[in-house]
């Protein structure tokens, strides 16, 4: 396509929010620009089966991504390989930079940015990332043919990732902080039964034990919830899997936020608190948080965008520096 530096929607993150809005933003004949940042196809590039995309029994993330790519591409969506830097809400049209000095106005936004991993905040997670600790098993999962891992957390995320090593690692610890997992039972089910996994009930990760030449993690120190004691294991690598945090940080100071930083938006809707800024997926959802769901918020952000620009279209072009930030929007 062309080098366009205005678009009338600019849709930002690739995962199924962003490009099923894509979809029905092209159809919508708004032309869309789609920048799809530091990780296309998002979170679904980095797991395996899915098992409950509707119509596809079984299907590899990264093919779904793929997927729902060729199909934005093929409605009509400008695709950018390209990640926003900084983004201005406080004018129109609204202003994207990107990593590459590309930038481009837009008459309306719709944000689909996502979430990341959460990490537990240890000196000593963070000391051994990348040497032996993990928040991604798809990824890092083949280091540990034959070798004994902890995978930490007891949400589905925690769960599918244990299984998931279970195809290389000799022994997996999964490690809980309560009594019970959060996960789908379908999910329990297959960990409880699979022969190559321990479960530590009533414990947190204390600290992860290493070794710094060459680096690697050799352990961990897991302390107890009930009793505070601790107790060390051994183990060749920790996979950290306590959930996700929204990737809000572009408009953190622009937009109102619930606590732990998911983008507010209407009840019923995807508006943000600046007319003209949409919100979809797990950018804004701290309940469902599902690639059907994401895919759904991104349906209802098009259409959102649409009846919006349609209202501009009638009541004249809006001034350019004409948007009215709630007075609150622009608190830290
Ligand atoms: P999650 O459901 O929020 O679970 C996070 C887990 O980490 C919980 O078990 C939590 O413990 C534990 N945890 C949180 N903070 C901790 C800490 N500081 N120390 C120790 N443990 C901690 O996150 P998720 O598993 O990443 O899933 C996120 C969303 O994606 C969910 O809605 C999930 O259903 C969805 N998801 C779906 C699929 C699928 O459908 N196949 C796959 C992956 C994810 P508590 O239980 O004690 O709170």
């Not at 400008?78 to 049209?93: M, S």
């Amino acid at each position: 396509m062309t080098d366009r530096t205005h678009v009338k929607l600019l849709i930002v993150g690739s995962g199924p929010a962003g490009y099923t809005a894509a979809v029905y933003g092209a159809r919508a004949m708004l032309e869309p620009m789609l920048i799809q940042g530091m990780q296309p196809g998002g979170q679904l590039t980095i797991t395996t089966e899915v098992e409950n995309w509707p119509g596809e029994t079984e299907i590899q993330g990264p093919d779904l991504m793929v997927k729902m790519e060729a199909h934005a591409k093929a409605m009509g969506t400008e695709i950018v390989t390209d990640i926003v830097t900084r983004l201005d809400l406080g004018q129109r049209p609204f202003v994207a930079e990107c990593d590459s000095g590309r930038r481009v106005t837009a008459d309306a936004v719709i944000l689909a940015t996502g979430a990341q991993a959460r990490w537990l905040g240890l000196p000593s997670e963070e000391k051994f990332k990348g040497f032996g600790v993990s928040a991604c098993a798809t990824c890092d999962g083949f280091f540990y043919r034959n070798r004994e891992v902890l995978v930490i957390g007891g949400g589905n995320t925690a769960v599918e990732e244990a299984l998931f090593l279970t195809k290389f690692a000799s022994k997996v610890t999964l490690v809980h902080r309560r009594d019970s997992l959060r996960a789908e039972k379908i999910l329990q089910n297959r960990l409880f039964r699979n022969p190559k996994v321990e479960i530590v009930w009533d414990h947190e990760l204390a600290e992860v034990k290493g070794a710094d030449d060459p680096m690697g993690v050799t352990g961990a120190v897991l302390k107890s919830t009930k009793d505070g004691t601790t107790r060390e294991v051994s183990a060749d690598g920790v996979f950290v899997a306590i959930g996700h945090a929204p990737a809000s940080e572009l408009v953190s100071d622009q937009l109102e936020l619930h606590d732990g930083g998911y983008v507010k938006v209407e009840a019923g809707s995807t508006r943000t608190s600046i007319p003209g800024v949409f919100a979809a997926g797990d950018l804004t959802d701290h309940i469902y948080r599902q690639a059907v769901t994401s895919a759904g918020m991104g349906c209802m952000a098009a259409l959102d965008a649409e009846a919006w620009l349609a209202e501009q279209d009638e009541a004249g072009e809006p001034d350019p520096g004409s948007a009215e930030l709630p007075e609150d929007a622009t608190a830290g």
